[in-house]
Structure formats: C-alpha cells, structure tokens
C-alpha cells in the first residue's frame, strides 16, 4: 500500500517506520525543517530504544523516506494517515488547530478513493469534522476512518508491530476491510467499530489505566497508615484475571504525554455533554497529590525545613527508556524543593537536556553520572526507575552520601538491597521496608 503519514511526532513516526518494516511504500511528512533535516539525515528526533535502526533499514530498502511536501506525498497515497499532535489547550480540551490544518492541505491533493485515518487522539466527532473540512475543498470520493494508537514510549515498536489489538472506526465497509487487512499480519484481535466509539474507546483505555494508577497509590497511602504492602497487595489483587498485574505499580503517579492530556479532555469532553465524570477527576486529583508525598517525605526529615540543604534527583524523564519529559512528576517535585530553598543536584541517563529547556536552570546543579549526583547531598529522590539506578550499591551509596537519607519514589530497591545498610530509607506503601522512617503501625480497632 502506498502510505502518506502526515506528523513525525511519536505516533507518526513510529506508525510510518513500522509500515515500511512492514514492506508498504510509505513517506512521513512533516514541516518542522529541524526535525526533517534530522530525520534525512538519519537521525531520529526523540529517543526510542530501536527505531533509528529500523528508519535506516526502511529507508535503505527504499521503503521510507521524508519530506516536508505534504501535496507531493499525498497526491500517490492510497492511505493517508493524520498523526499531527492534538495538544491541551489551558481547559484541558485537544487543540484541534493542527488537525484542522492537516485537513484542509490534505484535500487538494487527495486522490480519489484514498483513505484518510486519524491517528491523533481526538475527541469524539472530530473524524466527522476532518471529513467536513476535505469536502469544503475537494469533491473527489473518499473514505474516513478513525484508526487510534495504544504504543508507548520506550517499548513503541514492540507495541506497534505485536499490538494488543487494533481498532477501526469506519462508516465504510470497504475501508475498514482495507484497513484490517493492512494490520492482518501484526494480529488477530482486529476491532472494526463506528467512528464515534473507535475515538471514545482511546480516551476509555487510557482513563482506566490511569484510574489503575492511582487507585493502587491510593491503596499505597492506605498501606503506610495500617501497616500493609502495597507491593503484597497488588500481587494478590493481579492474580485475579479479572484485575490482572499490569498497571498496579504504586510510586509517585504517572505523567507522559497521554494520561494526564487524555484524562482532563475525556472530563472535557463528558462536560460537552453535561456529564460530570467525578470519578476521573478523583483520578486526577490523586495523581496530582501522590507526588506530593516526596516533598512532604523530605519536610518531616529535616523538621520543615529545606531551605540550604542539597538534594539529588535521580531521574527526570516520566517512566524510564524515554526521553519524554512531558508531565513527569520530576517538574513538579523539584519545582517545590528548589522553590523551599533547596539545591538540587539532577541526573538522568538521557532526558536532562529535554528537563533543563522546560524546567530552566535556577537551583539545579545538572551532573553527568549518577554518583555525581549524590555525591555530598543531604538526601537522594529516585523519581524513575531506570535500570542502571537499580545496579547501584547501596553500601556505597551510603558513603557517597553527606547523609544516607533515600526517598524511592518508585519502590526500585528490595528488602536484600537495603540489608546491612544505615539508610533513613522511604519507599511508597511498603512501610516495613523504611528504616528510620519507620512509624509503627496503629493498633486496629473496630
Ligand atoms: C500510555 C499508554 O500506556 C499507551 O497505551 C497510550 O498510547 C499512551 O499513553 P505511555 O505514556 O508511553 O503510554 O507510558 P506508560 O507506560 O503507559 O506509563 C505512563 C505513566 O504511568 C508513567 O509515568 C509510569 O511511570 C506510570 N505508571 C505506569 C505507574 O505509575 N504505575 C504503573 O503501574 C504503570
């Protein structure tokens, strides 16, 4: 198939590369000369273990290619696929502006018979509304179809070329037969619905996740209070099959470019409809709090007072094997501390260029290694669980440290790590894991 994909964002870019992988003709489009000149020559505009190598491979064969002539790329493509970003506008809602535009280009050259997909997580009815668009200014037939992306970062690949499932909302029969065949090869459980619930059902798989998320942080602040484990708890709920294990990790919320985005425009979108979605706002009210709870960790530690202590941050980025810092917990966490007066000694594997741009540079001393980091601080936060923090000696660390005070926002380090250590250690829900931090658990009564 001949595959115009128009945004190299995340989903674009992943989506095309996989396409070609796939052996269809494919060319990604964007109009960012940065991005394209990076993406020309090689390179790849964000960091996903992977997909450099498959764009160089997709490329090679012939497959693949940028430009940033979205006319030129649309006029042969059977299937054009609309991945530009929706990003929130200060309500909450998706600014459709870039979906909009991508629209109204796309129909001047399209050919007759292509399929326009929206990619891009767009609220309900905005299919309908692209469709509208390409018929102010083309009378060529074609087809729209809502195709919605489930891939995360860090393992985007893997989830585009072996999906859970794939969903198509389609008003056309034919279109969406088209469509599933052009998934066929990655999997069976090919969905084909109508437009409105293929665009509802994103927004639906993300609120409950995230809902996941922070109903086990909830349970994890519970924990701290009765004496429980969180991590105890959740293995036994996840061997329930109707619960499962994924997405019951309790630490300091989630952030990233989708949940808390997609979160507030489904609570948006419900208020469209005069519907007040009270559970979702509770989901993320406790998102907003759960960070909270590494700041207010160090306050009681230092007696309310950070003003003239040094904290090391270990991980900025929003989940690890992502440059992604959009929404981590990490601004929030040391906004607060260097805004009490704290200075915070920061490293990340990968992201810290992406945080400094976004967070500045007042209070913060950027270190180029881990141990850098925690070298002469009062205090360590874990904020992502990267895999070279878990390889960390904790005997060591403690020496590295002014003082052996760790804050693990990510419940990375176990019972064996912490053995034979003088750390005033903190983790989320597990308080018979915390040393000198350790409250003792209330007598229960009822
Ligand atoms: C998410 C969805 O998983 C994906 O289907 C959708 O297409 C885009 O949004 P992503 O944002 O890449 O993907 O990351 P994900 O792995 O889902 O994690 C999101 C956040 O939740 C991270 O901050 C992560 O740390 C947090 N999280 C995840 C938890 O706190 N606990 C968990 O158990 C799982």
Redesign the pocket.
């Known amino acids: 198939m001949r595959i115009a994909v128009i945004g190299t964002g995340y989903v674009g870019l992943v989506s095309g590369i996989c396409y070609a992988e796939l052996g269809h003709s494919v060319v990604c489009v964007d109009k960012d000369p940065d991005k394209l000149a990076t993406l020309q020559a090689g390179g790849i505009p964000i960091y996903e273990p992977g997909l450099k190598e498959l764009s160089a491979k997709g490329v090679a064969a012939g497959r693949l290619r940028y430009t940033g002539d979205l006319a030129e790329a649309v006029r042969d493509a059977e299937l054009v696929v609309i991945a530009v970003g929706t990003p929130p506008l200060p309500s909450g809602e998706a600014d459709l502006v870039y979906i909009d535009a991508a629209a109204l280009e796309i129909a001047d050259s399209l050919r007759a018979g292509a399929i326009v997909a929206v990619k891009s997580t767009v609220p309900v009815g905005t299919n309908e509304r692209v469709q509208g668009l390409i018929r102010t200014r083309t009378t060529v037939p074609f087809d729209s179809v809502s195709l919605p992306?489930?891939?995360?970062?860090?393992s985007a690949i893997r989830d585009t070329l072996e999906p859970d499932r794939v969903v198509i909302g389609a008003e056309s029969r034919e279109a969406a037969e088209k469509l599933a065949s052009l998934h066929r090869p990655l999997t069976r459980n090919i969905l084909i619905t109508d437009l409105r619930s293929a665009e509802l059902l994103k927004y639906a798989?993300?609120a409950f996740?995230a809902t996941k998320?922070s109903l086990i942080n909830e349970i994890a602040n519970i924990c701290e209070k009765v004496g429980a484990d969180v991590s105890q708890v959740a293995e036994g709920m996840g061997l329930d099959r109707r619960i499962g294990p994924a997405?019951?990790?309790a630490?300091i919320?989630?952030?990233?470019?989708?949940?808390p985005k997609d979160t507030r425009a489904l609570i948006q979108i419900a208020g469209h409809v005069a519907y007040d979605f009270k559970l979702l706002r509770s989901v993320v009210e406790v998102n907003r709090e759960q960070r909270l709870n590494v700041v207010r960790k160090l306050e009681t530690i230092f007696d309310g007072e950070l003003r003239g202590k040094t904290v090391a941050v270990w991980g900025l980025s929003?989940?690890p094997n992502t440059d992604d810092v959009r929404e981590s917990p990490a601004l929030e966490i040391m906004r607060r501390l260097t805004e009490a007066g704290a200075r915070v000694r920061a490293y990340d594997p990968v992201a810290m260029p992406n945080f400094r741009k976004l967070f500045g540079d007042e209070g913060v001393d950027w270190c180029d290694a881990a141990e850098e980091a925690a070298s002469g601080a009062d205090a360590l936060c874990l904020l992502t669980e990267w895999e070279e923090f878990a390889r960390e000696d904790l005997h060591k660390l403690q020496t590295i440290l002014k003082r052996p005070i760790l804050i693990d926002g990510r419940n990375l380090f176990k019972e064996e790590d912490l053995k034979g250590t003088s750390f005033v250690y903190y983790s989320i829900g597990r308080p018979s894991l915390n040393q000198g931090v350790r409250e003792k658990a209330p007598l229960l009564q009822y």
């Open positions: 992306e489930f891939l995360r970062e860090g798989s993300n996740l998320i997405f019951l990790q630490g919320g989630y952030g990233g470019s989708c949940f929003f989940k």
